[in-house]
């Protein structure tokens, strides 16, 4: 934050990152408007400013994390709250026509923009809300988001924090603490697909690789399997299901451990594996199934972080997306299968405002373009 | 099992025997490994096996996945592995397409469209993802289109995301591990992988990916058999199967795939009674090694032309071989006239090959490269399995006895002439000899009656210089030279060949002071001379001639099989102990003889000492191919680049 304050720009402030599945919105409102300001302020930015921070609802989807509102921020020397609105990437059209019906453009503010959807609905932008989008790297975005974020002095909760005995449904916790010398790090973002990023320092970061089983798949199998439509539903199920039921485990083959390459009998030696019987598909239920994915998505991202940390020699994991959004399921499994595989060796890390980091990149762009 | 089948059953340890059944296919049988590549002219890219094959990485695709790494025949770590395996793809892909068995669902997916399902990049950017270099139709989320879908999705395409899906995590997995591990070649097995190209083609497609290129993903013709081939050697472990050579018989095996769901109808119909896939191999008494001599054992191609990759020359050999089997039956029948169902036995044959050549022509991947050696073999295979192991023996014996009785004259005549002449006509005799062969069919109509005549015949029918291939000149110069210290003399047919043509240019390498080591067939083929044929032979001349039998005593005259018993010449599977005699006797000099040995195979092949190759081509396909005629002439003297002659001032050609 301290680049020399040029001009500041026009309100409103916001940094909006399309992704294949949920668009997020982060909007910045001031706080410290003086009547000077009030008087001048035109009339659509004040319907605007009102109708996002009076809902925390927005049509049929959109929905506004109160939760993760962060109260009394400083940015480029304004005070204000920071809010965070999220909405299905395939219900962007109706946001769109609401710009257009809110007569956004003619604010003449830049709208950065970052995610896949920025370059995808450009046009889209452009030819329904009449807006220049600023495009951005969603990567770029999103370490800047991650670092900035966790950097902030609020009041609230620590962004950072991880599972304390992930092992031990009794005695989980959740811990916070802070990325203070976080470097070099593993950061694992998790949305529809996951990239696995190596960060070096604020400016020096790698992809390293991804995977296309990611969120996306979660969601996209459990509604083929299950018959659910929505992420908050399939969460459910899976909560409530037993996913052993459906996957072939290591004491279903051996009869016990596979101790030659200590292998312990309740490991997962075929996910879905006990699918393969006409007997056992017809006896498990919805919410077995579910789980089952679940587990089977979460051990996976596990499995190919850990290898990642290994072969990169970084042993803190950061984990991050919108896939861990009420999923505390998946996070501890990811805590537990990062400290037990790893004997140890690397630990895994939590942060709040989880899928949001790439939208608040953008929005610092805006603000203190690099 | 031990209860129905009242014998012991000893449990092995499932890894244990996979990775010992896999060591010992990649060390024995040749073209076990190969790389899939769907849209190549040829599918199967074989690789040439090397005995050093350590370390390596195995990922066995079964219910699950698990990765081992491998480091000697005694080292081997499972190092990770994946509950995403074989048993996901079968579960998930029942559930989701009602779709009962494994092989149907490899077959929807085949048919399949991803696209619709899985959510892509340019979904997400509207393109590729410059940035990151990922391109529009990459998968950026496996079934990402699944959650919001207003449709049903059709069986094939989901069967296909599943298919990428868990073929691209397995693949993103075995290459973490491979470059954690530092390895490069990396085996995949199981029953997901197990002779289904669909699979193959996406695995080798991930691994390609997530290596950007550098690591290609093998696979093994016998993967199957692994676990059952390790498990009988830890049962035969007393009698150490290490000290034994193994080769895969032909005529027992079936190929390739012959039992896939995506093979020719007719082939699985002709396939007959027996539905199962077969691996017979041979187990030959002696160890079979390289020639110390071969420049670069690593990179040795034995074959000249590989006919899985060459179609207009697979077509050619196959309706060759085919149009000859008429002749080889009537010989076979012929060479067991005291035999009743010799008759009975030969149609056998005559059907069991007939197959073999029609399941070639379909699959020419089927045991690996094909190549005329192949074909050739495959034949000798299929007439030991009809008792048929030697249909030319009594035609052998007529020939040599025939040819003895020339021996002497022909020895005395070469005498009476100049050096030079007679360095020539020693040329000349292998030569014609060589064209005595009963093997090529353009020949054996001129040989039937008179075989003096025969050779003078056919040494004045020999093509005039200069020849095809002509290094005369460079070999006589070297002549003029000091002796060599050794030479192994590859040999080929028996009768006029052996002992009208070789002997004498024998008997002139040892009057130079050259010790010889004559290299004849461990076993019959064709009418090739054998090592135990060999012995007699040359006891009978060494009574006629004063200088053979001064080579027997003086030990400077060494018979030895090579280890063979084809019509060809793998120099990477010799006889140990001929390779022990090589070394020993510092042999400078290899000589190879025949259309077999010297032209179908290491034609190319480069030595680290002096070599001659020597044959006359009795094809005119063949000879056609190479920019020659019908009997055309091959003498090829070679000097290995970058050793010149010691004492020779002579150009040395490479």
Redesign the interface.
Known sequence: DNIGLARKPPFPWFGMDI???LVKLVYFEPKDITAEEEQEEVENLKSIRRYLTSNTAYGKTGIRDVHLELQDLTLCGRKGNLHFIRF?T?DLPAFLQMGRDKHFSSLHTTLCAT???A????SDFRMMADLELHKL?E?DCLIRGVLYLDSVMSSGPSECYYFENPADPDHCVQKPCTLENPYPLLLVNI???VSILAVYSENNYK?V?G???????F???????TGC?TFEEALEMASQGESTR???LVRD?YGGDYE??GLPGW??????????S?DK?ESVSKED?ARATLV?IT??IG??TR??A??ENIETVLFVGNFLRVNTLSMKLLAYAMDYWSKGQLKALFLRHEGYFGAVGALLELLHPS | MKYQCRRRVDKE?E?TCLIKGCNFVLKNIPHEAFVYAKHADSEFRFQTTNPDIFPYLLVNI???VSIVKVESEDKFE?I?G???????F???G???TKT?RFDELLQLASKGQHAS???L?K?????S?G??GLTGD???????????ADKD?SKED?AKSLLH?IS??IG??AC??A??HNLSRVYFGGFFIRGHPVTMHTITYSINF?TKGEVQALFLRHEGYLGTIGAFLKGAEEDNPNQYSWGENYAGSSGLMSVSPDMNPMQRARSGTFPFDMLEMDRLERQLVNLPLLQDPSSYIPDTVDLTEDALAREYWLYCFEEALDGVVKRAVASQPDMPEAALRAEKFRQKYRHKLQTLRQQPFAYGSLTVRSLLDTREHCLNEFNFPDPYSKIKQRENDIALKYYQKAVKSLDELSWEEKQFALVRGVLAGNVFDWGAKAVSDVLESDPEFGFEEAKRQLEERPWLVDSYDQWLERLKGPPHKCALFFVDNSGVDIILGVMPFVRELLSRGTEVVLASNSGPALNDVTNGELQILTERIAAMDPVIEAGLREDRLLLVQSGSSSPCLDLSRLDKVLAMVVRERQTDLVIIEGMGRAIHTNYYAMLSCESLKMAVIKNSWLADRLGGKLFSVVFKYEVPAGKPNKDCGAFSPS
């Not at chain 2, 994946?82 to 996901?88: A, R, V, Y």
Request: charged letters at 15%; glycine letters at 18%; hydrophobic letters at 35%.
């Open positions: 992704g294949g599945t299905p395939h995610g896949g959807g370059y995808k609905f450009e790297d990567l949305g529809s697909g992809r690789t995977t296309s089983l990611g969120g996306g798949t969601l996209g199998l459990c509604c083929l399997l439509s459906v996957d072939k083959i030659r390459f490991a997962v030696a075929s996910s879905f594996g006990n699918m393969m006409k598909r199934l089977t051990n996976n499995s190919i290898m990642c290994l072969n | 340890d890894m079964g219910s699950g499972r990770g994946s509950s995403i395996g074989g048993g996901t079968w579960g998930l029942a559930l989701l009962k399902v899985d959510m990049v979904d997400i950017y509207g393109g993802y940035y990151l990459l998968i950026a989320s496996s079934f990402g289109k699944s959650a919001t999705f989901m899906m691209n995590d993103q997995l973490l591990y470059k954690l997530f």
